[in-house]
Every structure is written in structure tokens, then in C-alpha cells.
């Protein structure tokens, strides 16, 4: 197969985890990099049947359309299974468009990687083409309880942009794995174990050696510590079951291009693990919290949301690790 792209301090509440996943709109977003469309980029090809529409790796803003995670489809023989149904009706509408550019076959499944707001608003949109919406069962507890909220804020950040959006229920969830076949294209629906967020999943396309990782993994754009983040138990899921599978594949995070699993490994675990060395020191040290938040994390300051999120995340770790 024919690989087609090169590789290459304010952190909100838990009532407002949606937000902290997909941001809030900030004075410096960059400028939209597909101005012709609602979506932040024009998507590209990751491998024969697999296309990606990169969000921007900034918080959610009007002027990206609240495009700021990766939108991907995987085209079968006789169905489209698109990644994550999107920030709003207006955004889902607007990949539609450019699925159609490429096949005319309808869109079968949307697969939710979380309960977070930039992958299950657009859901309404999906719902009305017919397509099956699927998520993890935790990702349905977390739409039940933030669902709503995260509507609320799209809605004041995005305006006109998120006329006919609408909360909707999820029509099939899974606990480990789900198999779907697409004609031709078989897919895989992973649940590795915990990780950044509740219900989080990967997205596998074995003849495509493509794993859709989603926030399993993150690079270009800074990972966020939520209040109720265990990041021990992220690392043994990345250790245990993720690196292992992921290594030799071609991966799509959650947030920035794709790439292969040596750089998320080094943005992702790498992070991680710094982060909570720093912080082990601290506590041995009789360290404070203030003292963490002063944590010098500057290996990763050229990261997108550094600045939004490294004091944060430490503090975070810190709490965390008092009672590990």
C-alpha cells in the first residue's frame, strides 16, 4: 500500500471537563486554514482508504469553527465509518461534504472516541444521514452527566456556527472491542484501558496499518490532566497494551497530524513520566502544590496549550500522587 502524507494557567473544573478537552476560544487563534469551509483543514490522505481532517491543536474558537480534533473516515467497498461525529451539526455537514467528494457511498457508522463535546455534538447531523452512532459505555455515563453543558458552551463560543445542534442519544455502546466491516475494509474499535478521559478508544484499519488512536496519544499539541485523570494508570495501559499494539503502525492521535508511534510515544509517555518524576521528587522532598505548579516542564513548552495547561497538569499529578 502506498503511503501517501510525510510523518514528520488555567486548567477548568470537572463540570466543565468538555471544555478543558476541546478549550475555550482564545484571543490569538490562528486563522482557519480552509477558509472555503466550517472545517479548520481540507482533508488529507493517510493511507488508500483512510482521510483525516486535522483540527487545530488550539482551544475551540468561532474562527475554527470548533475544529480543534481530528475528523477521519475510512472509506469500505460498500459504507464510510467516520471517526468522531464532530463539534457541531455545521462542522459534521461540512466533512460530509468532502466524504462525498470521494464517495458516494453513505456514511454507515460514526464512532465517538470519547463523550467529549468535539466528538459527539455533530451526532445529530449523522443521525439524520442514518448512521449508527457508537461509543464506549463510559463515554455514555459522561454524556449524560457533561452533555448538556458542553452544548451550552459550544453554543456561546460558536454562535450561528452551531445553529442545529442537538444532544443525542448513542445507538450501540461496547466495553472492550467491536468489529465492523465496511465492505472490503474490516474495522476495529479498541478500548485499551484508561487513559485521558473517560470512554476513551482507538479506531484500527488492519489493511491499512492504520491505528486511529484518538486521545490514547497526543504530539504538536500539549495533553491535558483532567481533575479525574489517573495518569498511573494511563502509563500501565500504555505500557501493557498500547505500545505494544501501536508500535509499527501508522498513528493518528486525537489533536495534531499523523505520525508514527515513536513521536506520541515521546509526547505522550515521555511527558507523562517527566511530569511524575518531577513530582516524586517533590513529595520527597515535603514539596507543596505551589511548588509543583512551578514544576520546570520547559522540554515541552514548544507543545500548542503549553501555556494553558503545564502548571495545571503538575498540580494535577501532585494531588494525585499524594494518595498513589
Known sequence: MKQLINFTRIFKTLSLSFVLASGVALADSPADKYPESVLYTKPVQISENVWSAIGATQYYSYENGGHNNNLTFIIGDSAVLVVNGGSSYQLAEALHQEIKKHTPL????????NGQSHAILGNGYWKAQGAEIIAHEEALEEIEEQGLQGL????????ERAKGTTLVSIDQTFDEKMALDLGGISVELIRFGPAHSLG???VYVPSENVLIAGDMAFQQRLLPVFPDTDTAEWLETWHNEFAPFAAGKIIIPGHGEATDFETVDKWTRGYLEYVRAKVAVLLEEGGSLEDAYQIDQSPYAHLDTFEQLAAKNAGRIFEAMEFE
Open 106 to 113: 453513505p456514511v454507515k457508522y460514526v464512532v465517538d472516541e
Open 152 to 159: 451550552e458552551t459550544l453554543d456561546g463560543i460558536l454562535k
Open 200 to 202: 476513551d478508544i482507538s
